[in-house]
């Protein structure tokens, strides 16, 4: 039987980046990785802060700060979202492009990692401020972004028609349509479909995998689901087409929950409406604390780092939490999770359709192919549920947590490439 523990009184919850160092320790130890590719791989390959004067709506000028990560190329071209955030600063760059190389390579796409954010609150902001900071940061980074060299996708803060606006100005800069400089474009620019659900749908499909595992039934299972946004949004309506029942929801703005059912449909259009799902008719409030601590099957992390850490682990009751965020668990909470029985589907492989989608846009963009939404959702399913039983199979055969399989798989991926590659000159 399930026994819910705090084991310990933390004072610090993790940053990003110490999240992903730790578990990049672990996991070089494992895998018992040599002294110079471990030095290599801990560090991020070339990064990037730029600083750039942005015209508002009322006449001001103000200075804004990007920043751009490749963490590792040794697998090919880098590859990794923008984020517009407040908090957003190097470290937690750093941290998001060194996910991304582990990521590309569990999921065996041609990609090394990379990350870039701009450190500002995108609700604060108009349209047409949105779109002059995202050309000029844009702009600042020719040179170091393109299809051969490093592709932009959406994260927090971002979307679609960023990658629009991103896309136009490096075309603009380079005189002709250049489709593969980004991935997760609107379709009638180069996107694909499915990508915009990729991320969501790539949740769904580990979470069926897992339950499958454990023998949970989808069918009626109760979810929760921090965040609504990109990933959040999706995975909830595509949970809940899927037979589950979504019982709560929190984003930025609040929370909502209703123990027989909550319409996915319903709190996007109060989400469109308000900016949150809070107050959204026919439910009560409810906490992000609350929510992480819900009596419900499925906990679905999909909002930001560091939202479970040795503090609450223990007050979690879900039998699967799935990372549709990067980092949402801290190392400390992990081996609280492990002890208490709760399956924890890691970051690299749960949230990895996005880039999985990401991968196939640009190879329909470098062939001026389109595929069609089933094609892109077969070929989803078939790598990422591939990618979930080769981290499985390895988390049964060394007795190992599923975080330390993936990291462990995908480290010794990049570790190969990067030894196959040798060092210059
Ligand atoms: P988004 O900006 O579209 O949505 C973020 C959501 O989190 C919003 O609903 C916001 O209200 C909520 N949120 C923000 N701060 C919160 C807080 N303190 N408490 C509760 N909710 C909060 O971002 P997204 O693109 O959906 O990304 C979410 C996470 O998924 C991030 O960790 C991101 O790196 C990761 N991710 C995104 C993609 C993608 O394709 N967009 C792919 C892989 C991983």
């Known amino acids: 039987m399930k ?32 002294r110079v590719t471990r030095a290599i791989l801990r560090v991020p390959k070339r990064e ?28 090919g071209p880098a590859k990794g979202g923008v984020r517009f955030h407040p908090q957003t600063d190097i470290e937690e760059v750093r941290a998001l492009a060194m996910w991304m190389t582990w990521k590309c390579a569990l999921v065996n796409v041609p990609f090394g990692g990379a990350k870039g954010g701009v450190t500002v609150d995108p609700r604060q902001l108009s349209t047409n401020e949105m779109a002059r900071i995202t050309r000029r940061f844009t702009a600042e980074l020719q040179g170091i972004i393109g299809p051969n060299i490093d592709i932009p996708a959406p994260d ?20 002709y349509s250049i489709p593969g400089v980004v991935t997760g474009k609107p379709v009638d620019i180069g996107g694909s479909l ?9 949740v769904v499909y580990t979470i069926q995998r897992a339950a499958e595992a454990i023998g949970l039934p989808l069918q009626g299972a109760r979810v929760a689901v921090q965040g609504f946004g990109n990933v959040g949004e999706a995975a909830a309506r595509l949970i809940h087409e899927a037979g589950a029942t979504l019982i709560a929801v929190t984003d930025v703005g609040g929370g909502v929950y209703n123990p027989d059912g909550l319409d996915p449909l319903a709190l996007k259009r109060r989400m469109k409406e308000t900016g949150s799902v809070d107050g959204a008719s026919g439910t009560t409030p409810m906490s992000n604390e609350d929510l992480i601590g819900l009596d419900c099957d499925i906990l679905i992390l999909a909002a930001l780092e560091g939202q479970v850490s040795a503090a609450n682990a223990g007050t979690v009751k879900a039998r699967i939490l799935a990372e549709g965020a990067n980092g949402p668990t801290t190392p400390d909470a992990d081996p609280i999770l492990r002890e208490n029985g709760v399956v924890v589907i890691p970051d ?17 963009n470098l062939q001026s192919l389109q595929w069609t939404a089933a094609e892109v959702n077969d070929r989803l399913r078939s790598v990422i549920t591939a990618a979930f039983d080769e981290v499985w199979q390895m988390a049964s055969t060394d007795g190992i947590d599923a975080r330390l399989a993936a990291q462990s798989i995908a480290l010794a991926r990049v570790a190969e490439a990067q030894q196959a590659r040798g060092i210059y000159p």
Do not use: K
Request: aromatic share 10%.
């Open 48 to 75: 990037w802060t730029v600083r750039f004067p942005v015209t508002m709506d009322d006449g001001r000028v103000e200075v804004f700060t990007g920043y751009r990560v490749q963490h590792n190329l040794s697998r």
């Open 156 to 175: 927090v803060g971002t979307n679609a028609q960023t990658m629009a606006w991103m896309m136009d100005t490096y075309s603009m800069h380079h005189g």
């Open 3 to 34: 026994t819910l523990t705090r084991t310990s009184t933390p004072t610090h919850v993790a940053s990003a980046l110490e999240s992903a160092l730790q578990q990049f320790d672990r996991a070089a130890d494992h895998i018992a990785l040599d």
């Open 194 to 202: 499915g990508r915009a659900d990729a991320t969501g749908q790539g």
């Open 348 to 364: 690299i492989l749960c949230n990895a359709g996005g880039v999985v989608v990401s991968y196939f846009e640009w190879v329909q």
